[in-house]
């Protein structure tokens, strides 16, 4: 049996501390063909020392605008007509290529496949895991890719699908892989293959923007966390503004966006950013009137849960 040509694309910067294994995760495949791109941001760490080691890589290390400018490097550079992506911290399940290859092969006017994740932790040389989310069945796909867990390394493409439907927004810095994939099935009809497996596992660390248990009254998180927010209620207002938009759609975009919202003013408040925090009061009420509502259940949740500003 043949086995398509799959290509991993893994954007790099200053990953030294894990890069190793994320790279082990795919050799171990013992897939027999596949290439693993790395695009990386001219690390100053001992990354690309670790880099040369692997010949088989290929590398490009060069200045770049951010993770999503890398990834869309390595998405050009693929030759394979399955791509997948990689984080340096992250890993790859066992079996995870054969599972992709094979749903593929069944199913050849699929544009992606979907697994499910794990996250995890290392805690004195030992991998826990914490949490498990399944792949994205066809009855829960806007609320998973709007609302909740939308695994997005999970998700494996046709090339194809690039072609026609475009790159990641490189106007996004942390978060165009969920808005692609809202703006795909959007636009272009995609509806994943669902994999009833586990294919990839999210390290969660103190040095991940998204995986981590860092609250967000922390001064440097905090900060950090307004920006991704923002950009989340940036990107929710650009479906917003579309003139046609399905109405399961809408509801779920509209609700996230509140809630977005609430989160950034309950925790640019807190750090005394009080322009910011207003002005995310003020987006969440023009866009929906009923607003103030939404903040009140918020805001009475998070005092249940007795974590202020985490989110």
């Known amino acids: 049996m043949s086995h398509p040509l799959i290509s991993i694309i893994t954007p790099s910067f200053n990953r030294a501390q894990f890069i190793r294994e ?9 897939y027999p063909d596949f290439e693993h791109i ?29 993770m999503y400018d890398a990834i869309n490097k390595g998405i050009r550079m693929a030759q394979a007509e399955i791509i997948g992506l990689l984080n340096t911290d992250d890993l790859y399940a066992p ?9 593929f092969r069944r199913n050849p006017d699929a544009l992606a496949v979907v ?36 695994v997005t390394n999970a998700w494996f493409f046709r090339r194809r699908l690039f072609d026609q439907a475009g790159y990641f927004d490189t106007n996004f810095r942390y978060a165009a892989d969920r808005y692609f994939l809202i703006k795909i099935a959007l636009d272009d009809g995609v509806r994943p293959m669902p994999i009833g497996q586990e294919l990839y596992y999210y390290r969660q660390h103190s ?3 998204t995986m981590h248990t860092l ?11 307004t920006k991704v927010l923002m950009e989340d209620i940036i990107a929710l207002e650009g479906f917003l503004d ?16 509140g809630e977005r919202c ?30 103030p509502l939404v903040f009140l259940e918020m805001a009475y949740r998070r005092l249940r849960w007795g974590v202020a500003g985490h989110g």
Request: aromatic residues 10%.
């Open 22 to 30: 994320a790279i082990r995760s795919v050799m171990d495949q013992n």
């Open 262 to 291: 609430y989160r950034l003013a309950a925790t640019a408040l807190y750090h005394r950013r009080w322009r910011q925090g207003s002005n995310s009061i003020l987006r969440g009420w023009r866009r929906n009137l009923l607003w």
């Open 38 to 66: 790395i695009i990386d941001a001219v690390s100053t760490d001992d990354t690309l020392d670790i880099l040369r080691g692997y010949p088989h890589l290929r590398v490009v290390s060069e200045p770049d605008h951010g």
């Open 215 to 225: 609250d967000s009254r922390l001064p440097q998180y905090g900060l950090l966390r």
């Open 242 to 257: 579309r003139p046609v938009l399905p109405a399961e759609v809408r509801q779920r975009v509209l609700r996230e966006h």
């Open 115 to 150: 697994g499910g994740i794990a996250t995890f932790e290392e805690k004195g040389g030992t991998r826990e895991f914490i949490n498990h989310f399944s792949a994205i069945g066809s009855d829960e796909l806007w609320y998973r890719i709007i609302q909740g867990h939308p």
């Open 207 to 209: 040095g991940s923007v």
């Open 95 to 103: 079996g995870c290529f054969e599972t992709v290859s094979d749903e």
